[in-house]
């Protein structure tokens, strides 16, 4: 499994889901993770034969969510807001499709560890991030938004998400030891910044902004309530 997929389904066991949306599902790998009982649909922009969904339904995800779904437990969208241009509308439509204390779950590569910055200083472009010029075919699995823990929970927060939390994976943080050098003054800024926080939820803003994962990690997967 990569790191992010027991991160997940550990989060779907701790509240207890038991009608799931993944969307986007792929292959449907979640499902074959998942050992209670569950009902899962799927959405994907293609065709998927991912097996044991109740069902799947086709669909650009740039439109957020089909009014036709019902409303789920959680929601879990994995390795795919990345793709889309409109993940604010996406996150509006997932909130509207989840129960009250409903969990969104959303994981994401993470561009703000040492080694994907220094990349960025030198070609203007994030590892897994190419510059698209005369690329760009809608349909294709084209990376085309970059995130880091505060621009995530900026995005959660603006679609009306709450108790946002960041997961730590298991996975090296950080993977090259040069790496804690250049993220000392992330690290200090980020302590400062907590140590002056108003209240409760920016302390624990600036606690998941400043904590391994999201500083050296290449993964996210980042949690909020409905």
């Not at 959303?106 to 203007?124: D, E, I, Q």
């Amino acid at each position: 499994m990569k790191p992010f997929q027991p991160a997940v389904v550990e989060i779907l066991k701790q509240f207890n889901s038991k009608e799931i949306l993944d969307a986007p599902c792929g292959a449907g790998w979640l499902k074959s993770s998942i050992d209670w009982k569950v009902e899962i649909d799927g959405i994907d922009l293609f065709d998927s034969t991912a097996y044991g969904y109740r069902k799947i339904l086709q669909f650009d995800l740039d439109k957020g969510l089909p009014e036709s779904l019902g409303v789920y437990d959680a929601i879990a969208t994995c390795e795919g807001i990345e793709h889309l241009g409109n993940p604010l509308l996406f996150l509006e439509h997932c909130r509207k499709h989840l129960i009250d204390d409903g969990v969104l779950i959303v994981t994401t590569p993470n561009t703000w560890h040492p080694a994907s910055k220094l990349k960025f200083f030198s070609r203007g472009f994030f590892p897994g991030f190419p510059s698209l010029g005369g690329k760009v075919v809608r349909g294709t699995h084209m990376h085309i938004m970059p995130w880091s823990f505060p621009s995530l929970w900026l995005y959660l927060k603006l679609a009306g998400f709450s108790s946002i939390k960041l997961a730590s994976l298991n996975e090296p943080k950080p993977k090259h030891f040069i790496e804690k050098i250049f993220a000392i003054p992330q690290k200090l800024y980020c302590k400062k910044q907590k140590n002056r926080s108003a209240n409760q939820e920016e302390k624990e803003y600036w606690e998941f902004a400043g904590s391994d994962q999201s500083i050296y990690g290449r993964r996210l997967v980042v949690y909020a309530k409905k």
